[in-house]
């Protein structure tokens, strides 16, 4: 498979485990019960999240004039909006880009379209994974957040480490290659 549509590939498998695990919970799991004990504080608890990250801007509408705005809507085409850049973003610029950082996009783009598709079909996104140690008791979340904040980890990782970029070259890069007789832009001197 090219280098190019292989985190396409890994976003689309990830968004089909979240739409089937959220199905599976939906199904199976009394809304607002913790239902399943999992270990090491994990349980699956069926809630569900009209709003962003941490249940922000739950149940919040805006009334513009006549028109009634409903923030789920709103976040639903935002995370549309993210997909379809990201999808571009690595048709385009991913052979050039680490593993890292490609493997970092690719886990937002799972995120982004995973709770995309509960947002604008359902109304509301679909959480099961709760953790809780103690007093400690972190806000229940799905397949699509986890893949969201694991990709963004990923991605300040890859700011950070220094990674061997993709072999692949551009293609005006190949074409001067294979002219020795001109002189290398001024930003290749010396390399």
Known sequence: MPRRW????????????????????????????????????????????????????????????????????????????????????????????SSLTRGAAALILAGAFG????????????DFIDFQVGWFDFAVFNVADACIVIGAALLVLSGLVREPRASAKRPDDQASANRPDEAPPPDQVGR
């Open 115 to 126: 709770n995309m598709l509960d947002r604008l079909r359902l109304g509301y996104v679909v």
């Open 6 to 97: 292989t985190p396409l590939a890994t976003a689309a498998g990830l968004v089909v485990v979240d739409q089937l695990t959220k199905a599976w919970v939906a199904a199976n799991v009394p809304l607002g019960v913790r239902d399943v004990t999992l270990g090491l504080g994990f349980h699956l608890t069926h809630t569900r999240n009209t709003g962003a990250a941490f249940g922000l801007l739950r149940d919040l509408n805006w009334v513009v004039g006549p028109v009634l705005i409903d923030a789920t809507v709103v976040l639903g085409l935002l995370n549309l909006v993210v997909s379809v850049a990201l999808v571009a973003y690595l048709l385009v610029r991913g052979p050039y880009l």
